[in-house]
């Protein structure tokens, strides 16, 4: 019996932002995983756009951001930047990021994640992921390469909690986060419902020791792309020492069997991760509680607020 192909975890070196630099990476990695959206595609990029309070590092980089439309519009695409920031909007916090600035000479729109619809989820009760989001022909998710807290790690599968509207992440934290699993599946689920996301991840500077906002600076110098969020989280997480009891969301993806949760199915058409030193990323031993408490949402609420009108 032939041996199943792999699913391509594409890793190539990128030392800095530079646009020139840039595009040829994205171009290289983007022809190794086949991806081709098609002309007249409606791309949904999905940057992190989390936070503007801790400067750009808590998210994902102006320049990749820019240079992924360039070539999208380049291949006859049309993209637009969305998401669904913890505070303030998309266009706040892209604006104080340099986003907005990075965008401006592409002519790509950039808005907040809106207009709710109610996912039915298979524990019970429902999250409502942005109607804008699912209606994409396709999604190009562009994260960063990130310790988390609460999570330990983040990269393609949990940026997409991003199309969950507004005051129902951290609602979903508070309500799911100490019901066993069920933080974890309602991450899957939320990928799952949504149209095919092909990553592109950010390693240029990654964030080390803590996050998703205050954690330290590490030049990593990669790049990384795949058609399957799963694959490029099973591949980066073994390179950084991590197995499926250490991060919660490989975990629920290895439960449900989705393709690209083993390490024996992703491929490398490029560079292996042993080409890259990625000694320096500290990974968080101690994890704070998933669950917030009604005093941190309230203070949550007055944040988005205040960032939503100044």
């Not at 959206?37 to 980089?61: F, I, Q, T, Y």
């Not at 996301?197 to 803590?210: E, H, N, P, Q």
């Not at 975990?251 to 393709?259: I, V």
């Not at 941190?296 to 609420?301: E, S, T």
Request: hydrophobic content about 45%; aromatic content about 6%.
């Amino acid at each position: 019996m032939p041996a199943s192909p792999s699913i391509p975890v594409a890793l190539a070196r990128q030392p800095d932002y530079a646009s020139a630099g840039l595009a040829r990476s994205i171009d290289a990695l983007f022809a190794a995983c086949a991806f081709a959206p098609g002309r007249g595609a409606r791309v949904l990029v999905k940057p992190n756009l989390v936070s503007a309070a801790r400067g750009p590092l808590a998210c994902s980089e102006p320049a990749a951001v820019a240079a992924a439309c360039a070539w999208l519009l380049d291949h006859g695409a049309k993209p637009w930047v969305g998401d669904s920031p913890a505070f303030g909007t998309a266009r706040s916090v892209g604006r104080k990021i340099g986003l907005a600035a990075a965008l401006a000479p592409l002519g790509v729109p950039l808005r907040s994640l809106s207009r709710p619809t109610r996912l039915a989820l298979d524990f019970g009760g429902g999250i409502g992921i942005s109607r804008d989001a699912l209606e994409a022909d396709l999604i190009l998710s562009l994260p960063r390469l990130k310790a988390h807290g609460q999570v330990r790690l983040t990269a393609g599968v949990k940026n997409l909690f991003g199309c969950v509207v507004g005051a129902r992440k951290p609602l979903a934290h508070s309500r799911h986060g100490e019901q066993g699993t069920r933080f974890e599946s309602l991450l899957v689920q939320v990928m799952l419902a949504l149209p095919p996301a092909f990553t592109l991840l950010d390693g240029v500077i990654a964030m080390s020791r803590t996050g998703p906002t205050g954690g330290d600076p590490l030049r990593l110098g990669l790049l990384a792309a795949s058609p399957s969020p799963v694959a490029l989280d099973t591949a980066l997480f073994t390179a950084l020492g991590q197995t499926p009891r250490d991060i919660a969301t490989w975990a629920e993806c290895s439960r449900r069997g989705l393709p690209g949760a083993r390490l024996q199915e992703v491929g490398f058409p490029l560079l292996r991760p042993e080409a890259f030193d990625l000694s320096g990323f500290i990974v968080p031993r101690t994890l704070a509680p998933v669950t917030f408490h009604p005093l941190r949402l309230a203070q949550g609420a007055f944040k988005r607020l205040k960032a939503r009108f100044f």
